[in-house]
């Protein structure tokens, strides 16, 4: 069973389009994350939710919108898709008091704005 | 915001060498991990560290927190070509885990091993 699976795997689009990325997670965690990972490889934190809550919003354009229907759930909706979200996007998970820094990731959705 | 500085960026080494790589930050860090990612996979933890000095190892890997807790190293004991993928530190200013994903990632080590 995989703990964290994101879905697409790959996501091919047009700019301006709208577009879902999902994540689920069965570990149990409490928290959930997206990342952006660039074309060098750079993993920078997007989003972060505990318990459904928003705690972090990392200087993200409000195109990208995400949402938390539970604990084991946190989608990322893009709005009017723009060449420069090509990246591969990887949702997280881990526990905040008792994970210790155990944090997992998905494979990854790798995006291509055309 | 705070940064750290992995290095070296890239590394082609021979199965059976010895691997070392270093991340350093300008500012404190509480917990240091070390992940690894595989081609068209996410990130995978290695090693954790919590407390300034400790030195934990992994089968092969051994990762250590520096004495200033502004550094810490990893290194890969007799490579084997299936070392080969991208490492990551990542540290965090809480003690004990990551407290709602305030990780901040290096750069990254590429490594190459050929058999």
């Known amino acids: 069973d995989t703990a964290v699976s994101q879905t697409p795997k790959y996501l091919v689009t047009q700019m301006g389009n709208d577009k879902s990325i999902k994540c689920e997670q069965n570990?149990?965690?409490?928290?959930m994350y997206w990342y952006k990972q660039d074309s060098k490889k750079f993993l920078k934190i997007m989003f972060s939710y505990n318990n459904k809550e928003l705690i972090i919003n990392e200087t993200v354009p409000n195109r990208f919108s995400p949402k938390s229907p539970d604990k084991a759930h946190l989608n990322l909706h893009i709005n009017s898709l723009e060449l420069g979200d090509s990246a591969v996007y990887f949702c997280?998970?881990?526990?905040?008091?008792?994970?210790?820094?155990?944090?997992?990731f998905g494979s990854g959705t790798q995006l291509s704005v055309l | 915001g705070q940064q750290l500085n992995q290095s070296p960026q890239s590394m082609f080494i021979q199965e059976g060498e010895d691997v070392s790589m270093n991340c350093t930050s300008s500012s404190i860090f509480n917990t240091w991990l070390w992940y690894k990612q595989d081609p068209g996979e996410g990130p995978v933890l290695l090693i954790a560290l919590y407390k300034a000095g400790e030195l934990t190892s992994n089968g092969r890997l051994t990762a250590q927190f520096g004495i200033t807790r502004k550094d810490s190293f990893l290194n890969i004991s007799a490579s084997i070509p299936s070392d080969v993928g991208i490492y990551f530190c990542?540290?965090?200013?809480?003690?004990?885990?990551?407290?709602?994903?305030?990780?901040?990632f290096g750069q990254g080590t590429i490594l190459t091993v050929h058999p």
């Open positions: 570990l149990g965690h409490d928290t």
């Open positions: 990542a540290g965090s200013p809480n003690a004990g885990g990551t407290s709602y994903g305030k990780l901040t």
């Open positions: 997280a998970s881990s526990h905040s008091t008792t994970g210790r820094g155990h944090m997992f």
